[in-house]
């Protein structure tokens, strides 16, 4: 099965050869790939060359490996377009999500006060969600809106509504459009905590500006994303 006089690495060529049986499904999500006992026979390679092939995989979040019990394929990455302005209430259809509000504090934030072209003592309503997705928690969500333009939220039902249909359609604030910055970060004690990962994986980091139909920002939101959870992809058309 691997070439073994063309010179490319017997490793790589063993985590070319698994990572096609994963995409073209011979391997399917949530099922165990062979042990490795079983790919040192198929392969006929030494064990070292097997774990630096499944450790590439692993890596790259194609296998999941558990202590004792073997890898498996793990699940595909959701794909997210950036050119979308997306509500998390309303894409993802045909998952299971739910949401699991951790509070709302009104608050002085100067990040957000700043993103906002808020004075300094004009408070900010900080609600603070961690979405999930078939029961796994996926994003650590902190939204910042203006006080005087939510003064109620937190009467209303933060873990079924969307906060973009509460402010067009209860506070009647006019959504035009909004600014990201995609980044990445490394998760703290606390975000490896909430989204029930290791501590020091990497992340994407999402900030978003939205602005109502007169140009002025009304919502400051900073999104922990899991990144073994969700690709972010874009269509570039050249006309
Ligand atoms: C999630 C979405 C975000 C969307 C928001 C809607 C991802 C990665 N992020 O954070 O794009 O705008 O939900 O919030 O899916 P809403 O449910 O309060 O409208």
Redesign the pocket.
Known sequence: MIHKDNGFPYYLQIYQEIRERILTRNYLPGQPIPSENELVREFEVTRATVRNALKKLQNEGLILTEKGKGSYVNQPK?E?SLF?????????SELNKN?VLLGVEEEQNIEAQKALNLPGDQPVKRIT?I?RLDDLP??I?N?YIPSFLVPDIETYD?ES??????LENTYGCRISR?K?FLDTCLTDHDDSELLEVDEGMPV?L?K?ITFDLKDRPIEF?E?V?RSDK?T?SVDLKLR
């Open positions: 959701i997210q979308k302005f997306y509500s998390f209430g309303r894409d993802h949401s969600r979405r996926v994003i969500e939204s933060l509504l969307s906060i973009y249909d509460l909004a990201e994407f999402i978003r939101r999104s994303i969700f972010f």
